[in-house]
């Protein structure tokens, strides 16, 4: 079922269907933009273009670059220089959500919860045994 929406980038209303997330008349422009990027990247000295550099030639949105990057347009593997930030800390990756380098951290803390949660069900358990142990040995000598 169809959703009006207001385009985020010129403000006109468009039925969304959940393909794009801006109206007909933007999608078209994103489209020639990225003609106009791609055809650039297409000549073998530019494969290693920057981001920087490839806006400045093109004129386009890095937001853009960032979009096409993510759903896999344009591909990092065959442009090393494009990629997409990281959800965390920004730095450019070119697959996942999160660069290496936070995917190693949270790796690390999490094994780290994963340990002091195995220590503290450890001391829970020797508590409780302990406990009742000693419960049922006074028991027993009483008798």
Known sequence: MAELRNCPNC???FNYIGVREVCVLCAQEEEKEYEEVYRFLRKR?????????IIEVTGVKESLLHKWA?????QPALYPNLGFPCDKC???TS???LCKTCVT?????????????????AVRQSDAKGYYK??????????
């Open 105 to 121: 951290e949270l790796k690390s803390d999490l094994n780290e919860y994963e340990a002091a949660q195995k220590f503290r069900d």
């Open 90 to 92: 920004g730095s450019l």
């Open 11 to 13: 403000g006109n209303f």
């Open 45 to 53: 000295e530019n494969r290693a273009a920057t981001i920087e550099r």
């Open 70 to 74: 993510r759903t896999g347009r344009l």
């Open 95 to 97: 697959s996942g959500k």
């Open 134 to 143: 000693n419960r049922q040995d006074n028991r027993t000598k009483d008798l």
